[in-house]
């Protein structure tokens, strides 16, 4: 699985933005699917998660203000983001991960700028 991430971003604090992973190759309904960030000198951390049937989870620090969707006939993973904070200023990654097999991709990442 290949995975491309867009849509990050310089916005003011405060803003939206609306990230998108598209995922390559097969049963792309069949995979859990998740954005993670990280800031340089951090571990990557979990922001928000979905199943292959939508059941969705996310960090204390998104809930609230982030929403992550999906749809499957355009394999696309979205991650909507709102009332935008500096500290959720980091690069996003997109990542696939196979239930069936515990495979997982992850895309590049998109860099996420939030203005004070």
């Known amino acids: 699985v290949q995975l491309q991430a867009s849509g990050g971003g310089l916005v003011q604090a405060g803003g939206s933005l609306r990230l998108s992973c598209q995922a390559s190759?097969?049963?792309?309904?069949?995979?859990?699917m998740a954005w993670y960030r990280q800031v340089p000198g951090k571990q990557r951390e979990l922001v928000a998660s979905i199943t292959s049937r939508s059941a969705t989870n996310y960090a204390a620090s998104s809930k609230g203000r982030f929403t992550i969707s999906r749809e499957n006939a355009k394999n696309t993973v979205y991650l909507q983001m709102d009332n935008l904070r500096p500290e959720d200023t980091a690069v996003y990654y997109c990542q696939s991960f196979n239930p069936t097999n515990f495979a997982q991709s992850w895309g590049k990442g998109t860099l996420v700028t939030v203005s004070s």
């Open positions: 190759g097969s049963n792309f309904g069949g995979k859990n």
